[in-house]
């Protein structure tokens, strides 16, 4: 099945600092690659996502890539406020037999100081 | 407003019981899903539901049943099987399988069993 790796497990940036969080993804069939953002005591909510026939996707503060060849995925946060501090977990849809589940990565804890 | 309801937010249990945790959904989602978040290990996914009167074992089902008997509801019950129950679990949903629709996600319910 799919194996979704996430780096970093916590980055600290200053407010107005860029953040960049990586995930890697190894199933090569896997087409569908979301992102999401979980504040304290709350479910997930998605904040962005990214199909394969795409490489970059942008949606203000917000930009993911994709690198189908090297199978890995980023999130791009630019100009940082405090209430980016969140978890934020990268996901992929992998093929094959696990069609239509989504495997997510193990977090990130994203502090953002004033 | 449309959303997912899980309750209740807190539940404790003595070891040995069995206790049923309750997801509702009014989005009209097909397709609803449990999945398990451990501090450090991401979302494990331990059951889902492409339509009612059907559901598959996910990654982690061991311990745990589930019924879908209505479309809006999709119950998790954590039975004394279950050798390490204490966790925040997250129901959630979407319109056709994860791959095809992004996941909405319910506040969780967090359970502590002694």
């Known amino acids: 099945g799919e194996n979704v790796e996430q780096h970093p497990s916590t980055l600290s940036v200053q407010e107005g600092d860029s953040a960049v969080i990586k995930c890697t993804y190894s199933d090569s069939a896997s087409n569908y690659f979301p992102w999401y953002k979980q504040e304290l005591g709350k479910g997930p909510q998605l904040i962005i996502d990214?199909?394969?026939?795409?490489g970059e996707k942008k949606d203000q503060r917000i930009a993911v890539t994709l690198n189908k060849t090297a199978k890995h995925f980023s999130l791009h946060i630019t100009e940082t406020q405090p209430e980016d501090s969140a978890v934020y977990f990268c996901?992929?849809?992998?093929?094959?037999?696990?069609?239509?589940?989504?495997?997510f990565g193990q977090g990130t804890i994203l502090t953002v100081h004033p | 407003d449309g959303g997912i309801t899980q309750s209740p937010k807190y539940l404790f249990r003595k070891e040995g019981q069995n206790v049923t945790l309750s997801c509702e959904q009014n989005?009209?989602?097909?397709?609803m899903y449990w999945y398990r978040q451990d501090p450090g290990q991401g979302l494990r996914l331990i059951y889902y539901s492409q339509i009612v009167n059907d559901f598959q074992k996910g990654d982690i089902a061991e311990g745990y049943s589930v019924s879908r008997e209505k479309k809006e509801s999709f119950p998790l019950t954590v039975t004394s099987a279950q050798k390490n129950p204490t966790a925040f679990y997250l129901c959630?949903?979407?319109?056709?399988?994860?791959?095809?629709?992004?996941?909405?996600f319910g506040n969780g319910t967090r359970l502590t069993v002694t």
């Open positions: 996901a992929a849809r992998g093929g094959g037999t696990s069609y239509g589940k989504l495997t």
């Open positions: 989005l009209n989602h097909d397709a």
């Open positions: 959630a949903s979407s319109i056709q399988g994860a791959g095809n629709s992004p996941l909405h």
């Open positions: 990214i199909r394969s026939n795409v």
